[in-house]
């Protein structure tokens, strides 16, 4: 059972808007920053959100989070085929001293 | 071009011990934290261990603390991650993660392409 709870499948179709919830409290998502990740089937996982609302470089527009108090979702909005992935959101948790993650949720692009 | 680079992945007993390897190129090692996350054969990501830029600071996961030891050569550009009392429970791909800060948060944007470690009697 993960700290931080997502809902382990969503879908949507090309053009689309998803969102993805992620669940946590006041020691985690509430009082500090979350984090998406992304991993397409067979890679290694990618940094998809940094600190709340962040995006690396290359990261298009289309992915973005808002954030409320022990809540958080990642929205993607003109979904693509290349968009399915397994989605994993993050946070430092003040009461284990270090980073857990959800259980991830896959994405299907039907 | 960042590479991480892991090795050392093997299948071990229970109760064996185990080094793995991390080595980096392409950025300046010793200027970010490094993680360690493992994956468990179709189940999600956890994250593992933590070592800040100078190995003044360190971070496990509760499943791993007092048998797994993050630590780092700076001079060698290595990450490493000794587990002591491995257990059926530690079998996945491990991956090493480079951190975007040097006391590390969760920004961990390099990977490697992980090594699989199996504890199986």
């Known amino acids: ?110 | 071009e960042v590479q991480l680079e892991e090795s050392g992945g093997v299948v071990v007993q229970p109760g064996g011990s185990l080094r793995l390897s991390c080595a980096a190129s392409g950025f300046t090692f010793d200027d970010y934290a490094m993680h360690w996350v493992r994956q468990a054969p179709g189940k999600g990501l956890e994250w593992v261990s933590l070592i800040s830029w100078d190995g003044s600071s360190t971070y496990y996961a509760d499943s791993v603390k007092g048998r797994f030891t993050i630590s780092r050569d700076n001079s060698k550009n290595s990450l490493y991650l000794q587990m002591n009392s491995l257990r059926a429970e530690d079998t996945a791909l491990y991956y090493c993660g480079k951190d975007k800060l040097r006391m590390g948060e969760l920004s961990i944007d390099y990977w490697g392409q992980g090594t699989l470690v199996t504890v199986s009697s």
């Open chain 1, 1 to 110: 059972q993960s700290v931080l709870t997502q809902p382990p499948s969503a879908s949507g179709t090309p053009g689309q808007r998803v969102t993805i919830s992620c669940s946590g409290s006041s020691s985690n998502i509430g009082s500090n920053f979350i984090y998406w990740y992304q991993q397409l089937p067979g890679t290694a996982p990618k940094l998809l959100i940094y600190r709340n609302n962040q995006r690396p470089s290359g990261v298009p527009d289309r992915f973005s989070v808002s954030k409320s108090g022990t809540s958080a979702s990642l929205g993607i909005s003109a979904l693509r085929s290349d968009d399915e992935a397994d989605y994993y959101c993050a946070a430092w948790d003040d009461s284990l001293s270090g980073p857990v993650f959800g259980g991830g949720t896959k994405l299907t692009v039907l």
